[in-house]
């Protein structure tokens, strides 16, 4: 505990001594008063001037790189689905090939039946026209 209080003890004595000092240069400063600069040309009247010509053209600059980081990410957004559904295709296309079907078997083995006959006909004629083709 009485360390604590010699630290604090010995922070109040350096701000002290800061204050002192810089209440000494300000008196000094101020019998030098012959000079017109009566703000800091750093954070100034200009300073905040310059900073609103800077805010327009800034905006514009971040609202462009908004909107192409927004047209960028519509672009990747639209590959990455069309990505995702040749995918889908892909595995359907290899489960299909890998698994066997046996609905395809009798398909196959269906015997090769006769010509199936087309019929053609129009409102005018009372008969369909019968036409055989080979398909």
Known sequence: MA???????????????????????QAANSSDADSDVAESRTFGHHFLRRISFALV??????GVITTLLAALT???????GVGVILLILAIGQM??????????????????????????????????VWLEKEW
Request: hydrophobic letters at 55%; one cysteine or more; proline letters at 9%.
């Open 95 to 128: 489960l299909s090939r890998a698994l066997p079907v046996q609905a395809a078997a009798a398909y196959a083995a269906a015997p090769v039946a006769a010509p199936v006959p087309v019929v053609y006909s129009h409102s005018h004629t009372q008969q369909p």
């Open 74 to 80: 519509v672009v990747s957004i639209k590959g990455l």
């Open 57 to 62: 053209p800034g905006a514009f600059v971040v």
């Open 3 to 25: 360390a604590n209080q010699k630290i604090v003890l010995a922070f109040v004595c350096l701000f002290v001594a800061c204050d002192l000092a810089m209440a000494q240069q």
